[in-house]
């Protein structure tokens, strides 16, 4: 713990120093991010560090197993989060972000894991649909395979529980919100990203546009039946 204070004095003599023009800027003008990034809690997944981003870049929530809850009006960290980014804040584009090895995953394909972490386990039944998927649908894979199954349909499940959230369902009939899905490989630093055109998850290459699971355009179902009838 003594070294992890040690690098408190680090930042504030160093690295805030270099950028302390940056920090009063931000101090002064208040932030102003383009992305809400929700990750894993796993220590070894560092949002700012995958994305490179500057102070001020990145609006960011993380939990256990990157879960988004489907929405509710019995209030949580997640939910407030995903609300303030996009009508406070006016997030563009939001990403939810699995990984390899998650501890999250791993005991959702344990039976008798979580007996002991109840409030875990009840977190987890957010992505009861996603173990349901993994089940009837790849009933024959490895365990290794199994938990990488696991975390990507997680990933997709917990997209779909986004769009219930009314303040990104309104950004995205408007047009104005884009939804990402990526998993990091912790083993490779690779990242995959869902592509809305093929409902699988590709590699990121700087070479080709990046997939995306829902790009910006507007989705107003309606807007054509009320034309007609106007």
Excluded at 55 to 66: E, I, K, Q, S, Y
Excluded at 88 to 100: E, K, R, W, Y
Aim: aromatic share 6%.
């Amino acid at each position: 713990m003594n070294e992890v204070i040690g690098r408190v004095f680090k930042f504030e003599k160093h690295v805030f120093a270099r950028h302390a023009d940056l920090y009063n800027r931000l101090a002064t003008k208040g932030q102003s991010p383009k992305a809400l990034m929700i990750s894993c809690a796993d220590s070894r997944i560092v949002p700012e560090l995958i994305l490179q981003a500057e102070p001020g870049d990145l609006f960011v929530t993380r939990n256990a197993g990157n879960i988004v809850p489907p929405f509710a009006q019995m209030n949580g960290g997640v939910s407030s989060a995903v609300e303030y980014a996009v009508l406070a804040l006016g997030v563009t584009d939001i990403i939810v972000c699995g990984h390899s090895g998650c501890g999250a995953m791993e005991g959702l394909l344990k039976p008798g894991a979580l007996d002991e972490m109840p409030n875990v386990a009840a977190w987890l039944r957010h992505s009861h649909a996603a173990v349901g998927v993994v089940s009837k649908c790849y009933p024959d894979l490895a365990d290794r395979d199994r938990l990488r199954a696991l975390t990507l349909e997680n990933v997709v499940c917990q997209l779909a529980h986004l769009r219930t959230h009314p303040s990104v369902a309104a950004g995205i009939a408007r047009g104005t919100i884009a939804l990402h899905g990526w998993y990091v490989d912790i083993h490779s630093g690779a990242i995959l990203a869902l592509d809305e055109q093929t409902g699988e998850f590709t590699a990121v290459r700087d070479d080709t546009p990046l997939p995306v699971a829902l790009p910006h355009a507007p989705r107003l179902a309606a807007h054509q039946a009320l034309s007609r009838t106007a």
